[in-house]
């Protein structure tokens, strides 16, 4: 549904549960094509001032289904989309997206909307050129983020679902399912596995390579001086 | 495109999660047209007339949702809004007050007045170069109104009416966004022609009943009465 892109720029997608570790080493990525002078852009999931006031309220007064939930994540995304993403696409940067459309993907099938529909919402959407997935076993992530004194949100801990009582309860569910989902679109999405249990530098090496070889670096390095 | 379900209300193909259709009693009746079209008139008087009879009624119109409304006109003001972000927006704004007030309305037995449905939504997105099945496929969550009602006025009775009711056109009804032409007057002849285009369109797939909205309030108010009187006594 969703098209292959023909701009001169890139875009990396990073996926994950919460807690695989998938920020940091999109972090490092970015930190280490900015020091080779490269032209890279980061954007990450749910982060449109246009639209935060709207979800925040939302999300505090417990106002959203899943059906507004998932639309109001569409209402983000296509905004960054549309003002970030596609122009710098466009413009040849390398993006990095900390979350894309299979986010929305995972989350809102699990939170029962019908999967077609959701796929449509997102048909807007260009394939990342390379989409890493950061798989870690679903005990391991759940104790990266349950480990401190972790503050679980309604929605985040899927609290609206009624699949338990208690937030951490109803967290361990809603990431399981999120889990499974994310498994099964390992094939049909093309998803490049990487073993989130491997030291970070470790999978660092491994992202860095990777993106190397599919990717002519040094062709997106500032031109002239900087 | 409509799916059928044993008794009662369709949706337009997508079922939502924890939405059930089996127990609404009440009706949606949709008045559409454009501004200027006669419609909040029609709406007044048509919830007069039903109260009178002991009807409970409920209106609901674009842009009134609690979990949007205010953003999305901000950013309408500001003007910075993409066409999909845009088309998104709206969505939420319809979905909330759906979900929210629609359903639960027309659960208690109401009888819903729309003052514009799915259908400006989708005109204006289509005019606006969205993906036709895309539009679509967005607003199949939404429930297949009892009777929808499109108030057709010329596109030079509509510049007179809102003259006369504002001194000024408006921006996003003449399509200044999309650069029909620098010309307001110009622009907002020809955005009106394109969606009338879009109505007509629309016409033949959901069964619209065109009501022609050039003529005095209380005639048409008359007519959207009989027509009304018959949804209200089909059998629920």
């Known amino acids: ?226 | 495109m409509k799916t059928t379900l044993k008794t009662g209300k369709q949706h337009f193909g997508t079922p939502l999660p924890g939405v059930g259709l089996s127990d609404l009693k009440g009706k949606l009746i949709v008045l559409e047209g454009a501004d200027g079209s006669g419609r909040s008139t029609q709406i007044v008087m048509l919830k007069d007339w039903l109260e009178n009879l002991g009807y409970g009624t409920v209106n609901v119109g674009l842009k009134r949702s609690t979990l949007v409304a205010e953003e999305l006109e901000a950013a309408q003001q500001g003007n910075i809004l993409s066409h999909t972000t845009r088309s998104l927006f709206y969505a939420t704004d319809f979905a909330d007050q759906f979900e929210n007030n629609i359903i639960p309305a027309l659960r208690a037995g109401f009888v819903v007045l729309a003052d514009r449905y799915i259908y400006t939504l989708m005109a204006r997105d289509i005019v606006r170069g969205a993906d036709p099945a895309w539009v679509k496929s967005l607003y199949s969550i939404a429930l297949v109104p009892d009777a929808v009602f499109y108030l057709r006025v010329s596109p030079q009775t509509l510049v007179e009416r809102n003259f006369r009711k504002d001194d000024m056109l408006s921006y996003w009804e003449s399509g200044m966004d999309i650069g029909l032409s620098r010309d307001m007057f110009e622009s907002f002849m020809k955005y009106q022609r394109l969606i009338q285009a879009e109505f007509r369109r629309m016409e033949a797939t959901y069964g619209f009943t065109v009501i022609n909205g050039n003529r005095r309030p209380r005639a048409i108010h008359a007519e959207l009465r009989a027509k009304v009187q018959e949804v209200l006594t089909q059998p629920k």
Not at chain 1, 30 to 47: A, I, L
């Open chain 1, 1 to 226: 549904m969703n098209k292959k892109h023909h701009y001169p720029g890139r875009l990396i997608a990073v996926e994950g549960l919460d807690g695989s570790g998938k920020s940091t080493q999109v972090y490092l990525l970015k930190r280490w094509m900015e020091m080779q002078g490269m032209k890279v852009f980061f954007t990450e999931w749910n982060s449109s001032a246009l639209v935060k006031d709207a979800t925040r309220k939302g999300k505090k007064r417990q106002l959203l289904t899943p059906t507004t939930f998932s639309l109001v994540h569409a209402t983000d995304f296509a905004d960054r989309f549309e003002r970030q993403i596609l122009p710098l696409l466009r413009a040849g940067y390398i993006v990095l997206a900390d979350r894309y459309m299979y986010t929305a993907f995972g989350r809102d099938i699990v939170r029962g909307c019908d999967p077609r529909w959701v796929r449509n919402l997102y048909s807007f959407a260009v394939v990342p050129d390379i989409a890493f997935f950061f798989d870690t076993p679903l005990e391991v992530s759940l104790g990266r983020i349950l480990g401190g004194r972790p503050q679980l949100k309604y929605f985040e801990a899927g609290m609206d679902l009624n699949l338990a009582d208690n937030e951490v309860d109803s967290f361990k569910i809603f990431q399981g399912r999120i889990y499974a989902e994310y498994k099964k679109m390992v094939d049909t999405e093309g998803f490049v596995v990487m073993d989130g249990m491997l030291p970070v530098e470790k999978q660092q090496a491994m992202v860095r390579k990777y993106v190397e070889q599919q990717i002519d670096l040094p062709s997106f390095r500032w031109k002239g001086k900087q």
